[in-house]
C-alpha cells in the first residue's frame, strides 16, 4: 500500500527567503507525484505534478520540485517566498494506472511566511 | 463557473440527524472522487464513481454513510444518524479518464460538517 510522509507539520519563514517542504513516499509499483495547495477554507489546487521524464519539475506561482526514486522523495522548493504563498501544502501519491487510483495525501505542512 | 461545485459549504447539525451533501463535477467528467478532511490531516479517500457506477469504497465509508450519482453527473453523499466523528471538511473532485493520458482530479471547495 502506498503512503505519503511530511516530515514538517510547519515550516515558519521570512519573506523572500527560500523554503524547501519536504516529502517521502512509499509504494511498491511506480507512482504519480503531486503537491497541492489549500487556502483557507478553499478546496485544493494543484501547484505540480510528476508523471514521467524530467525529475525536476516546475509548477505554478514559481515552485519546483524534484523526484529522487532511490530517496523515495519529492520535495517542494521555492527560492524566494512571499506572503502570499502562506497555506497548507499536501503531498500526494497515484499508483500508476494513468491516474484511475484514488490520491492518498501526506498529512500536510502548514507554511507560514512572515514579513 | 466551470469547475467543481458543493452545497452545501457548511452544515452544523445535531448528534443523531441525517445529513446530505451535493457535487456538481465539472461538466462531462467522468470520474467523480469523494474524500474526507479531518483537522490538521490530509484528506482521505472516500469512494469514486465512473459514470453512474460506484467502483471502489475505502473502509473509512461505514454502513451509515452512502453515495450516489444517479445519471453519471451530480452526486450525493448522505450520512446517517452522524456521530461527532464525523466532524470534517467533504471534499469532492471530478476528472476526465480517457486511458490515453494522465487524468488529473479537480478539487472543489467542500462541505464542512460540524455534529454538535
Known amino acids: 500500500a502506498q503512503s505519503v510522509t511530511q516530515l514538517d507539520s510547519q515550516v515558519p519563514v521570512f519573506e523572500e527567503a527560500p523554503v524547501e517542504l519536504r516529502c517521502n513516499y512509499s509504494s511498491s509499483v511506480s507512482v504519480y507525484l503531486f503537491w497541492y495547495v489549500q487556502y483557507p477554507n478553499q478546496g485544493l489546487q494543484l501547484l505540480l505534478k510528476?508523471?514521467?521524464?524530467?525529475?525536476l519539475v516546475k509548477g505554478i506561482n514559481g515552485f519546483e520540485a524534484e523526484f529522487n526514486k532511490s530517496q523515495t522523495s519529492f520535495h517542494l522548493r521555492k527560492p524566494s517566498v512571499h506572503i502570499s504563498d502562506t497555506a497548507e501544502y499536501f503531498c500526494?501519491?497515484?499508483?500508476?494506472?494513468?491516474?484511475?487510483?484514488?490520491?492518498?495525501f501526506g498529512s500536510g505542512t502548514r507554511l507560514q511566511v512572515q514579513p | 463557473d466551470t469547475g467543481v461545485s458543493q452545497d452545501p459549504r457548511h452544515k452544523i447539525t445535531k448528534r443523531g440527524q441525517n445529513v446530505t451533501f451535493r457535487c456538481d463535477p465539472i461538466?462531462?467528467?467522468?470520474?467523480l472522487y469523494w474524500y474526507r478532511q479531518t483537522l490538521g490531516q490530509g484528506p482521505e479517500f472516500l469512494t469514486y464513481?465512473?459514470?453512474?457506477?460506484?467502483?471502489?469504497k475505502s473502509r473509512l465509508l461505514s454502513d451509515r454513510f452512502s453515495a450516489e450519482r444517479p445519471k453519471g453527473s451530480f452526486s450525493t453523499l448522505e450520512i446517517q444518524r452522524t456521530e461527532q466523528g464525523d466532524s470534517a471538511m467533504y471534499l469532492c473532485a471530478s476528472s476526465l479518464l480517457t486511458g490515453v493520458s494522465y487524468n488529473e482530479q479537480f478539487f472543489g471547495p467542500g462541505t464542512r460538517l460540524t455534529v454538535l
Open positions: 500526494a501519491v497515484s499508483e500508476g494506472d494513468m491516474g484511475r487510483r484514488a490520491l492518498t
Open positions: 510528476y508523471l514521467s521524464g524530467s525529475t
Open positions: 461538466s462531462e467528467h467522468n470520474r
Open positions: 464513481f465512473q459514470n453512474e457506477a460506484q467502483l471502489e
